[in-house]
């Protein structure tokens, strides 16, 4: 064998050849071989059920009296809630993607994975959807337990409102990925951060309670933060109105947070020296 004959990795592990393999194809193994971690522990599947069916048993009723049987929007007080529920898991799954790299890094696990040949987007968007692959469970779960209750479930829109969910998902675990290189040598710093900014973005999407009454400046600020529309866009696809204009507007940004998570995950991991 010749030097010529060698395929040494770049700058960031990625091979200078990339014919043999595409970003799909990578994202797949990447999602295999996370997704195999809740095969093997099935019962964190189970226990993370617990917390949206908590929030919805306790506040679907003080929505009822806080509306004084009023509906919300047109919709019943459960009918409003649930999807805002979703859309919490979602966020505490995929924004928390970068936990289980920090953990890789700090064993070297992660520094041979970029020795291979995948490719540095299917890093973050496998891992992504490892993420929202029991999130399709849950939200199927929680739906048939709320139908007795006044959900009525509209099949299609569930599953476009997941299809939103998966492409937000995407960007938000790929910033989580990001997050977790940069303060690879601080794992506090990680929680901080991200704890800081989870909750203001939760409650200033109106997922608990509608901000309608609330402040003028609350409501100014609802409207620069991307989670407000996809939480309007799923109350609108979970109750069937699949033409409302908060749809288009909701899909407009989880298209723009994926593209910006990918773009500033692959450079940070291209650019990263582990």
Known sequence: MTTSDLVLPTRGGAAPDRRTSSVLSDTGNVWLRETLTIVRDPFSLI????????FLGL????????????DLGGVSPLQWFLPGV???????????TGSNLQYEIMTGAFERILAT???????????????????????LIICAVAAPF?????????????????????GIGALSYSLAIAARKNEWV???????????LLILSGMMLPLEAGPGWMRLASQFNPLTYVV??????FAGVLADP???????????????????????VTRSIF
Do not use: N, Y
């Open 246 to 268: 908060s749809v288009l507007w909701g899909f407009v940004a989880a298209f723009v947070t994926a593209a910006i998570g990918l773009v500033v995950g692959v450079r940070t």
């Open 117 to 139: 040949p995948l490719s540095r987007p299917a890093l973050m968007i496998g891992r992504a959807l490892k993420e929202l692959t029991p999130l399709v469970v849950q939200g």
């Open 86 to 96: 979703v859309v919490m898991i979602t966020m505490f799954g995929t924004s928390m």
């Open 190 to 200: 990680f929680w901080a951060v991200q704890q800081t900014l989870l909750f203001p």
């Open 59 to 70: 506040f679907g009723p003080l929505l009822s009296g806080f509306t004084g049987g009023q």
């Open 232 to 237: 309007e866009a799923e109350r609108a696809l």
């Open 150 to 170: 006044g959900f009525v479930i509209h099949p299609l829109g569930i599953l476009l409102g997941l299809l939103l969910l998966g492409v937000f998902g995407v």
């Open 47 to 54: 226990f993370s059920l617990l917390q949206p069916l908590i």
